[in-house]
């Protein structure tokens, strides 16, 4: 099971932001914004790597629970960034596909 997974199951503690039947949402360990949650679906999918076209509404809904969290945390209009880190050039540590949603500061581009 991913650390993830045991997140979403409640296994290990975090701070839930937003749970339903498919996705869940929580505070980032190590946040790098005043705003950073990580949201994730249930199903254990390893990276965008491995989706599919069957997981083409699931990862619609995690971009619009996102978009809800921003309104519920008050960085709609101060603007926020999401991304998807995948594989080791991208920077991705767990192996569990999951959104971040940063914001509360201005990012920089190009990303470090
Ligand atoms: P990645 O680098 O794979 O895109 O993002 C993984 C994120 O998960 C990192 O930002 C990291 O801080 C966060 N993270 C790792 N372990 C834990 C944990 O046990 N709890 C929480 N809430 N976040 C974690």
Request: hydrophobic fraction near 40%; proline fraction near 8%.
């Amino acid at each position: 099971m991913t650390l993830f997974e045991k997140i979403a199951n409640h296994e290990i503690p975090a701070t839930i932001l937003y749970e339903d039947a498919e996705i869940v949402a929580f505070r980032d360990i190590n946040p790098q914004a005043p705003t950073h949650v990580i949201i994730i679906p249930r199903k254990p999918i390893t990276s965008v790597n491995d989706l599919t076209p069957n997981d083409a509404e699931l990862i619609g809904k995690l971009v619009l629970v996102a978009r809800k969290l921003a309104i519920d945390l008050g960085i709609n209009e101060s603007g926020y960034r999401l991304v998807f880190n995948c594989g080791p050039d991208g920077g991705q540590t767990v192996d569990h596909l999951h959104l971040h949603l940063l914001g509360g500061r201005v990012m920089g581009w190009p990303p470090g």
